[in-house]
């Protein structure tokens, strides 16, 4: 312990969350979803204050879909009609350099987009989520402490007991509290995960910094000639200042609230003045006579780190705490909801009885490689960014040569061709980022947690292709998200998804004609011995549910009446190819759960 006085008295609970940011705060909505009480603490005095993280995928929907919060963050979300274009311009106000469809919207890729998921991703601004996450949480048995700084913590060698001393900043008491776990969602910079001593892969670039600027200014003219969630500028007929080269502007509030990220030099400070910012800002726009409201700036690290390891028994670390990456692709408050929803319904079953603690080791085993993928994502983004300036010559010295270099495109030259190529071939290579589907979406689960005994290979390969990141791979192999499907039900003119029907912190069996009452009476047999609930549903021809479209037939890979095991997670356990196996139910569970044999 340190020199902190305590006090006489603790807090005791189940669980201690330090951090109330999307990823802390949303794994206390998850674990009081299941019934779980706890405390979240925060050394900040509110939630966040300006709208840093914004884009909200599908996925993350998905797990706020299970708890019924999509449509409360629906209802403060900016409609993706107003996507449209990422572009890459010549100050806001100036020509295209080039420009493509964001987020879905290419032609070629709205069907890939509507087809995997019942939810359509979304921009919700940080400032307006974290609170929406706050209230769930608080209203669902987790008592919230802001103001509260996290010291450090002892845990007891024989019960597990892990004893944690906080400060409180305003009364500067010190204050322990005693749980039986405890999760850093704190961040970057994460107290939790530095005492725990979590080894960490770390290439990021010294000294590699960016600057947000939240400001308020009408450029309605502008984005209604220019339509788009997001525009990269340059400004190559200037020497802008070295921690300010290029910038993205992104809208808060149609169209007259933005966000404007500012890169420079690695190694270059970016603490300079407002006055300096607001000159740089009027620079990228493009015009001086826009009236400039600044409201708010932060600077961060571009970061390429993460976890080796991202538990220690019942501590655990999640969100940026443990994968640390620039804004690219929009996967870190994304990674943060499915790392929450991952660990919530292991941690419950635990404390519940339903599982053995050895259940809490699968997530190391399951979300640490998706960590360790979206670090290499997003800054291979970056990465293509660079490479997108280098071929249009934006990172050269000087106004000459950079001028030039925009000239050459125009030539009907050998230099010019090869300019232009280049030029192109970095362009394709941006569509990763707002075409990544299978960033957002893929993933293959290995762990203790998954039966993969009767599989007769590793699964799909879309991990060892570059169209992995770009497409989603479809599939119920184990270790998969579950497919989505549209179904139809007894109720005409409804429907609902295979993502309806499963999670809600209970495992799910999904068979077809001729396999319903074989499933079900194992089903029941498992739950005779075991605190779980396992829900049967048949889909197909007069069953519980229609498979109108035919997208349960085409993605369910088993016969029949054979069975897709789906845990609360939605994520797929096991499988069996017809019902003949039904009775091997049990022991799959079993294993799921971490039980030794009976």
């Known amino acids: 312990m340190s020199s902190h006085s305590v006090e006489s008295h603790d807090i005791q609970t189940d669980v201690l969350i330090v951090g109330a ?55 403060v979300s900016l409609s993706n009609s107003y996507y449209g274009y990422y572009r890459f311009c010549h100050r806001l106000t100036g020509p295209d350099f ?86 850093g969602g704190d961040g970057a910079g994460s107290s939790v995960v530095r005492q725990t001593g979590l080894p960490f892969h770390d290439t990021t670039v010294p000294g590699a910094l960016a600057l947000n600027v939240w400001y308020e200014a009408d450029l309605t003219d502008i984005y209604r000639l220019n339509p788009g ?44 003045s407002e006055i300096e910012i607001r000159n740089r800002l009027r620079d990228f726009l493009g015009n001086d006579s826009i009236n400039i409201k600044i409201k708010g700036v932060s600077r961060w690290r571009i970061n390429e780190a993460y976890a080796e390891k991202i538990s220690d028994g019942n501590i655990f670390g999640l969100g940026d705490a443990i994968h640390r990456h620039p804004p690219g692709n929009g996967l870190g408050s994304n990674t943060s909801f499915q790392d929450s929803y991952n660990l919530a319904w292991k941690i419950a079953y635990v404390i519940q009885g339903r599982a053995d603690p050895s259940l809490l080791e699968s997530y190391n085993a399951e979300r640490q490689p998706v960590g360790k993928r979206i670090v290499r994502i997003a800054n291979d983004t970056l990465r293509n960014h660079n490479a997108f300036y280098q071929a249009l010559g934006i990172t050269l010295s000087t106004i000459e040569e950079r001028l030039s270099a925009l000239q050459e495109l125009e030539q009907d030259s050998p230099a010019g061709a090869e300019r232009r190529a280049k030029l192109k071939n970095a362009y394709q290579a941006l569509e990763a980022e707002t075409e990544g589907l299978g960033a957002e979406m893929n993933q293959k689960y290995v762990s203790s947690a998954v039966y993969l005994d009767d599989e007769m290979d590793t699964g799909p390969k879309w991990e060892e292709t570059a169209l992995g990141t770009r497409f989603h791979v479809v599939s119920t192999f184990p270790g998969s998200r ?50 779980i609930k396992i829900n049967v549903y048949s889909i197909g021809r007069g069953q519980d549910y229609q498979d109108t479209f035919y997208m349960w037939e085409d993605r369910r890979e088993v016969d029949d009446n054979g069975a897709v095991l789906v845990r609360p997670d939605r994520s797929i356990a096991w499988r069996s190819k017809d019902s003949s196996h039904a009775g091997k139910l049990s022991d799959v569970t079993q294993r799921l759960l971490g039980f030794e044999s009976r």
């Open 482 to 531: 579950l497919p989505h499907a549209w179904l139809g039900t007894k109720k005409l003119g409804e429907k609902l998804s295979t993502h309806d029907l499963a999670g809600h912190g209970e495992f799910t069996v999904f068979t077809g004609i001729g396999g319903k009452a074989a499933w079900e009476k194992a089903a029941d047999d498992v739950m005779a011995v075991f605190k």
């Open 229 to 272: 969630l997001l525009h990269a500028i340059a400004t190559p007929e200037i020497d802008g200042p070295p921690w300010g080269l290029v910038a993205i502007n992104r809208i808060v509030r149609p169209y007259t609230e933005f966000l404007m990220i500012m890169i420079g030099t690695p190694g270059v400070s970016n603490k300079v």
């Open 98 to 183: 080039v420009r493509y469809h964001s987020f879905g919207k290419h032609p070629d890729r709205l069907g890939d987009y509507e087809k995997i998921s019942p939810c359509e991703h979304a921009d919700v601004s940080q400032n307006v989520g974290e609170p929406i996450l706050l209230k769930y949480a608080t209203q669902h048995g987790f008592q919230a402490r802001f103001d509260y700084k996290f010291l450090e913590y002892n845990k007891d060698s024989t019960s597990g007991l892990i004893t944690s001393t906080v400060e409180d900043q305003i009364s500067k008491r010190t204050i322990r509290i005693v749980s039986r776990y405890l999760c």
């Open 21 to 75: 940011g999307p990823a802390a705060a949303s794994l206390a909505c998850f674990l009081g979803y299941h019934g779980i009480t706890g405390v979240m603490i925060s050394s900040n005095s509110t939630t966040a204050l300006q709208p840093r993280a914004h884009f909200t995928n599908s996925a993350a929907f998905e797990c706020l879909r299970d708890i019924g919060l999509e449509k409360d963050f629906r209802d």
